[in-house]
């Protein structure tokens, strides 16, 4: 196995004048320019004092230089602890302090939002050895806590000059001097911006992200110089592992969306970067589905000529064109989803039109990848086969048709969640097996199939066991309604669902109407569930789940 910081300091070498980050609608890093800001990070870590193995966080928006100061870190032999823009300023206080990190680098926004309270940045100023606050977008001082970093950031450019005479070129970049220890701790991925109470610290060694790169380049085809259009939460595994290293460490271009892109500069960015694949969640697609596509399929003539063999052939071409066309028309492998089921009519659609889309499974304590196969290959509802070299069990009587928990054992798994021996247990099995907490089997052919978490299942008084999520896979088809969460409440199943007051006005509907409506559709769909998971009642909401970063819907709010 290759170290991926092996890999990064070849591709930084080898690519040293090409593009390689650009900010959408901004500025450009080549490698080269990436390598120069790297060493600039360096001499400030080194004057500072921040050693090998120290902590240093990360808490900024998606952009350019984001990767950059990720890559000082992970280059420096330093370990990240990246937050999430989304976490609340108090967690990333305390979380910072309970990590023991030395140093944060942060954007305008992050940092306004830390000082707004003063007891945030004293609680990190008061973390044994912390030297102070970064800007990522120029590597300037926010807050000098010591005098030792306004000493190192007075004296980067002369230090780099003596360094560096000539300029930095690839010839004098070496990040790794010596064989690095894979059981090293590189990152610290808190899985919630709560507080330290509640928020698991994963702690991820170098074989993890390693093991993960290795997988992405021998099964994913990419060539130096194809495009990446990055949306995805770059704090996140997923988006840090696929939209980041993969990509980088293989010479690719990578445009960043800096933000929450709307649907209008999402589509804007694909058409224009025309990303040879792209990585995004369900939920996104599904939105493409429910305001472009369903329209156009379940209405007259597309309705029915869907029904004829033949004929629908030229209707799913058409929808194919389109689509491809907003992906920017540049797919080679095309659409990779992960991080929540995909809807199972969406699926059947894409399938049908023999749209390039592969559905993967992973969690951050993998760093992250669990399951995924090529496109070809990738059968519907799956999702994919198990990434090697990563072991795969399910705990049950019969794997092929017994529902049972999904384990993993193999390089790619975290070391533990950090200061947290209790739970670091709990996640293990006796015989060393990392318990996902989602429920599935495995088919004869190797596809993994998830049916919902553990945690979600609802068990009826009589013994019976219901998932939610196959429930709210329906309801989520119905018109009107934008998501829906299923609840087990007094022995009786609960959908609570969020409606398009906005498309049923467009309709013609008052609210009232639209309710009664969506509660009919709702309760309709009892002829189609089994006795023991029919819907008792439903209950309208106008306003959106409150969701986790990776757009999954917090459960245990609404319970």
Same mark, same amino acid.
Not at 36 to 45: M, R, V, W
Not at 492 to 510: F, H, P, Q, R, S
């Given at each position: 196995?290759?170290?991926?910081?092996?890999?990064?300091?070849?591709?930084?070498?080898?690519?040293?004048?090409?593009?390689?980050?650009?900010?959408?609608?901004?500025?450009?890093?080549?490698?080269? +320019?990436?390598?120069?800001?790297?060493? /600039?990070?360096?001499?400030?870590?080194?004057?500072?004092?921040?050693?090998?193995?120290?902590?240093?966080?990360?808490?900024?928006?998606?952009?350019?230089?984001?990767?950059?100061?990720?890559?000082?870190?992970?280059?420096?032999?330093?370990?990240?602890?990246?937050?999430?823009?989304?976490?609340?300023?108090?967690?990333?206080?305390?979380?910072?302090?309970?990590?023991?990190?030395?140093?944060?680098?942060?954007?305008?926004?992050?940092? /306004?939002?830390?000082?707004?309270?003063?007891?945030?940045?004293?609680?990190?100023?008061?973390?044994?050895?912390?030297?102070?606050?970064?800007?990522?977008?120029?590597?300037?001082?926010?807050?000098?806590?010591?005098?030792?970093?306004?000493?190192?950031?007075?004296? &980067?450019?002369?230090?780099?000059?003596?360094?560096?005479?000539?300029?930095?070129?690839?010839?004098?970049?070496?990040?790794?001097?010596?064989?690095?220890?894979?059981?090293?701790?590189?990152?610290?991925?808190?899985?919630?911006?709560?507080?330290?109470?509640?928020?698991?610290?994963?702690?991820?060694?170098?074989?993890?992200?390693?093991?993960?790169?290795?997988?992405?380049?021998?099964?994913?085809? %990419?060539?130096?110089?194809?495009?990446?259009?990055?949306?995805?939460?770059? %704090?996140?595994?997923?988006?840090?592992?696929?939209?980041?290293?993969?990509?980088?460490?293989?010479?690719?271009?990578?445009?960043? &969306?800096?933000?929450?892109?709307?649907?209008?500069?999402?589509?804007?960015?694909?058409?224009?970067?025309?990303?040879?694949?792209?990585?995004?969640?369900?939920?996104?697609?599904?939105?493409?589905?429910?305001?472009?596509?369903?329209?156009?399929?379940?209405?007259?003539?597309?309705?029915?000529?869907?029904?004829?063999?033949?004929?629908?052939?030229?209707?799913?071409?058409?929808?194919?064109?389109?689509?491809?066309?907003?992906?920017?028309?540049?797919?080679?492998?095309?659409?990779?989803?992960?991080?929540?089921?995909?809807?199972?009519?969406?699926?059947?659609?894409?399938?049908?039109?023999?749209?390039?889309?592969?559905?993967?499974?992973?969690?951050?304590?993998?760093?992250?990848?669990?399951?995924?196969?090529?496109?070809? +290959?990738?059968?519907?509802?799956?999702?994919?086969? /198990?990434?090697?070299?990563?072991?795969?069990?399910?705990?049950?009587?019969?794997?092929?048709?017994?529902?049972?928990?999904?384990?993993?054992?193999?390089?790619?798994?975290?070391?533990?969640?950090?200061?947290?021996?209790?739970?670091?247990?709990?996640?293990?099995?006796?015989?060393?097996?990392?318990?996902?907490?989602?429920?599935?089997?495995?088919?004869?052919?190797?596809?993994?199939?998830?049916?919902?978490?553990?945690?979600?299942?609802? $068990?009826?008084?009589?013994?019976?066991?219901?998932?939610?999520?196959?429930?709210?896979?329906?309801?989520?088809?119905?018109?009107?309604?934008?998501?829906?969460?299923?609840?087990?409440?007094?022995?009786?199943?609960?959908?609570?669902?969020?409606?398009?007051?906005?498309?049923?006005?467009?309709?013609?509907?008052?609210?009232?109407?639209?309710?009664?409506?969506?509660?009919?559709?709702? $309760?309709?769909?009892?002829?189609?569930?089994?006795?023991?998971?029919?819907?008792?009642?439903?209950?309208?909401?106008?306003?959106?789940?409150?969701?986790?970063?990776?757009?999954?819907?917090?459960?245990?709010?609404?319970?």
């Amino acid at each position: 196995m290759t170290h991926f910081v092996s890999l990064l300091n070849e591709s930084i070498k080898e690519n040293w004048a090409s593009p390689a980050i650009t900010n959408f609608g901004g500025n450009t890093y080549t490698y080269g +320019q990436i390598a120069e800001q790297i060493a /600039k990070y360096h001499i400030l870590f080194a004057e500072t004092g921040i050693k090998k193995g120290d902590k240093v966080a990360l808490y900024a928006r998606n952009s350019a230089e984001w990767i950059v100061a990720y890559f000082a870190t992970l280059t420096y032999d330093a370990v990240s602890v990246p937050f999430l823009p989304d976490f609340i300023p108090g967690a990333v206080a305390e979380l910072g302090a309970f990590s023991e990190c030395k140093l944060l680098i942060a954007d305008d926004i992050a940092f /306004k939002s830390l000082s707004e309270k003063e007891n945030y940045i004293t609680q990190l100023e008061a973390t044994p050895g912390f030297v102070g606050f970064i800007n990522v977008k120029n590597i300037s001082i926010f807050k000098a806590t010591v005098p030792a970093l306004e000493e190192a950031h007075a004296t &980067m450019d002369e230090h780099f000059a003596k360094l560096y005479p000539n300029g930095i070129s690839a010839d004098k970049v070496n990040y790794y001097p010596e064989e690095r220890d894979m059981e090293a701790v590189v990152e610290i991925s808190f899985t919630s911006g709560t507080t330290s109470a509640t928020s698991k610290g994963v702690v991820l060694p170098a074989r993890s992200l390693s093991v993960n790169l290795a997988f992405a380049r021998r099964e994913i085809p %990419a060539t130096q110089g194809g495009h990446i259009f990055a949306i995805l939460p770059m %704090a996140h595994m997923f988006g840090q592992t696929f939209d980041v290293l993969f990509p980088l460490a293989g010479g690719c271009h990578v445009f960043v &969306m800096p933000g929450k892109p709307t649907p209008a500069r999402l589509l804007e960015g694909l058409a224009t970067v025309k990303p040879f694949m792209f990585l995004t969640v369900p939920l996104v697609i599904e939105k493409i589905f429910k305001s472009k596509v369903f329209p156009a399929t379940r209405t007259f003539p597309a309705n029915l000529l869907l029904k004829v063999p033949g004929l629908d052939r030229i209707v799913l071409g058409k929808i194919k064109k389109s689509l491809l066309a907003a992906f920017g028309n540049g797919f080679t492998t095309g659409l990779i989803l992960g991080g929540a089921a995909l809807n199972h009519e969406v699926e059947d659609l894409l399938k049908r039109m023999n749209f390039p889309y592969v559905v993967g499974y992973g969690m951050t304590e993998c760093g992250p990848l669990i399951s995924y196969c090529d496109k070809s +290959q990738f059968v519907k509802h799956s999702c994919g086969k /198990k990434a090697d070299p990563l072991e795969l069990r399910i705990d049950s009587s019969d794997p092929l048709r017994v529902l049972g928990e999904i384990q993993v054992k193999g390089d790619a798994v975290m070391l533990g969640y950090y200061k947290n021996d209790d739970a670091t247990q709990a996640s293990f099995t006796e015989d060393g097996w990392l318990k996902t907490g989602d429920m599935g089997i495995v088919d004869k052919n190797g596809n993994v199939f998830i049916k919902g978490r553990c945690k979600n299942m609802i $068990l009826t008084g009589n013994g019976q066991n219901i998932y939610p999520e196959e429930i709210e896979d329906k309801i989520n088809n119905l018109p009107y309604i934008t998501e829906s969460l299923v609840v087990g409440r007094k022995n009786a199943i609960v959908a609570l669902v969020v409606a398009d007051y906005e498309a049923g006005k467009k309709a013609g509907l008052n609210d009232e109407e639209l309710e009664k409506l969506i509660n009919s559709n709702v $309760l309709a769909l009892n002829s189609e569930l089994p006795v023991y998971s029919k819907i008792a009642c439903t209950e309208i909401r106008s306003e959106a789940f409150e969701k986790t970063p990776k757009q999954s819907i917090k459960r245990y709010l609404y319970s």
